[in-house]
């Protein structure tokens, strides 16, 4: 038998006195990435997930009938709204995909009704995951230690990069063949296995409010052709931007189907909200389907939607409603830098990020 959910309550979150000096700390480091970059490119782009790899316009249904516990927020009651898909690598520079990185994937749900966040413009919901269960550092002022080293090789030492990043994935290519788990570290080091974006699972990593509840995320793909892609990875010799060219290739063909799915905290102690390195056990917090998304075949790589949403869109766990408030250390330290990162770049490319419009897709 499963615990009911955890309910929650403001004080699920336990502030630490130097939040203030370390999102500051955040803001200098993404300055560093954001201007070094800018300047190279003659083009400001994101301070983390710079390249994308593909961008898909969907659709997200929610599922009829469920449950009290999971009827919450954007998920309280059955209907389709309009969803954008930005994949992409974790970097704050663009980088040849012979360097082996983590996995992104943004999605932005259209015309979502309820209560906004402090700051939160439009009517949309943002959704931000990786492919891996657990984020890579346990507080914020880690994560900014990490990203100070980051700042430093940003756009330089390529050659480096490409050849730690292939012993790196040596070494993991090693754990495997004796059958034992990789580092955590390995992946964002450069080890992260080439994988198939269309055939990856998905993961918030850290939690949201949930309604009445506190849960995390996960996008799971359905498709048949896209499991059959889940565990291959992708050719990248020779070329520097072969995820992209292949997912163009695979969208050409594929209709897209992923889960999305919500994994409810039923014990603060084995699903804590402040600790994002402790995977929550699905024995004890089940993931539990409550919409699909789906993108049909498409051009994954066409001018006209890569400049509206890799352009002229920003993507922020906090842009969305109260119901789904981010929540926890990393969660709080996220929201002013990643605003600030984003005001760099509209500035410096004189190009406003933009809000899909009310009306613009739902039924």
Request: aromatic share 8%; glycine share 8%.
């Amino acid at each position: 038998m499963l615990n009911p959910p955890v309910r929650f309550t403001h004080d699920v979150e336990q502030f630490q006195p130097n939040e203030a000096e370390t999102i500051e700390g955040l803001k200098q480091a993404f300055d560093v990435i954001l201007e070094r970059t800018a300047d190279d490119y003659g083009h400001a782009v994101r301070s983390v997930h710079a390249k994308a790899h593909g961008i898909l316009e969907g659709e997200m249904q929610i599922l009829p009938d469920l449950p009290l516990e999971l009827a919450q927020g954007l998920f309280a009651r059955p209907g389709t709204h309009k969803v954008y898909l930005r994949m992409s690598t974790n970097a704050g520079d663009i980088l040849p995909d012979s360097i082996s990185l983590p996995r992104g994937m943004a999605i932005k749900v259209l015309d979502v009704e309820g209560d906004r966040l402090p700051g939160s413009e439009g009517t949309t919901q943002d959704f931000v995951f990786v492919n891996g269960p657990i984020f890579q550092a346990k507080t914020a002022d880690k994560f900014l230690g990490n990203l100070k080293l980051l700042a430093k090789t940003t756009d330089r030492m390529e050659g480096t990069k490409k050849a730690v990043s292939a012993t790196l994935r040596g070494v993991r290519h090693a754990f495997e063949a004796a059958g034992a788990e990789p580092p955590t570290a390995l992946n964002s080091l450069g080890g992260a296995p080439q994988s198939e974006p269309l055939g990856d699972t998905y993961y918030t990593t850290v939690p949201f409010r949930y309604g009445d509840h506190i849960a995390k995320f996960s996008l799971a793909p359905i498709a048949p052709s896209m499991t059959a892609l889940t565990g291959q990875e992708i050719a990248v010799d020779g070329r520097e931007n072969a995820i992209r060219e292949d997912v163009q290739k695979e969208m050409r063909d594929i209709d897209a189907l992923w889960e999305f799915r919500v994994q409810l905290s039923r014990d603060l102690e084995k699903q804590p909200v402040e600790d994002p390195t402790v995977e929550w056990d699905e024995e004890d917090a089940p993931f539990i389907t409550v919409a699909t998304i789906r993108a049909n075949a498409q051009d994954s790589w066409g001018p006209a939607l890569v400049e509206k949403v890799n352009e002229q869109m920003r993507f922020s766990v906090w842009t969305g409603i109260a119901a789904h408030q981010p929540l926890g250390n990393i969660n709080r330290a996220r929201r002013d830098p990643y605003r600030h990162s984003a005001d760099f770049r509209a500035a410096f490319n004189n190009c406003p990020y933009h809000e899909p419009q009310e009306g613009e897709g739902s039924s």
